[in-house]
């Protein structure tokens, strides 16, 4: 099993730790979710899960970055790409959305291709190809969804480009795997 390339640079840094039933990631306890418990939170309160998974997508991409500064003497690689990242984020540069697409995938929520990005009209398109939630839904439900099912991704893009843009933007799923798209595609502006 290959380790994601950033979670490696994270553990180089000891700032990724799974150890005696605790994971810690950047100094903050994390846990893992099971996909179909994701999508039963989903079910009680749509609205809600989505504002939480905004915040905590903001939260975590600027707590990300807070710790490359504040770490920013220390030996590494990661340190100095997550610092760099700090100053450029939301720039064009391919180093800086490939290290933001490593970021977003270490939540597990499937693979994220950035395929336009706008900072002066502060949007951005995002494909997610193989969907957790997505494939999760259809295995649940053994059809196609009518509607997109994605919604904590949804909120995720939403607080990582409310950070990347410095001012709070929204997201919506406009095509989803569960729907039988080959890909989630979601339109942050």
Do not use: P
């Amino acid at each position: 099993m290959a380790l994601s390339g950033i979670l490696k640079k994270l553990l180089f840094v000891r700032q990724f730790d799974i150890d005696e039933g605790k994971i810690n990631l950047l100094g903050n306890r994390e846990i893992m979710l099971h996909a179909s418990a994701i999508l039963e939170l989903q079910e009680m309160d749509e609205s809600k899960l989505y504002d939480l998974a905004k915040k905590s997508g903001f939260k975590n991409l600027a707590g990300a970055v807070e710790h490359a500064q504040v770490y920013s003497r220390m030996k590494g690689v990661f340190v100095d790409e997550i610092a760099a990242l700090g100053k450029k984020i939301g720039e064009t540069d391919q180093g800086t959305i490939k290290t933001l697409q490593e970021i977003f995938n270490v939540y597990g929520l499937g693979e994220m291709v950035i395929q336009e990005i706008d900072n002066k009209a502060n949007q951005a398109l995002v494909a997610i190809k193989d969907s957790t939630i997505a494939g999760e839904w259809v295995r649940k439900n053994k059809r196609k969804s009518k509607s997109a099912v994605c919604t904590i991704t949804a909120g995720v893009l939403a607080g990582v480009f409310s950070y990347i843009f410095g001012k709070e933007v929204d997201c919506a799923e406009i095509k989803c795997k569960a729907q039988g798209n080959s890909f989630c595609l979601f339109k942050i502006g």
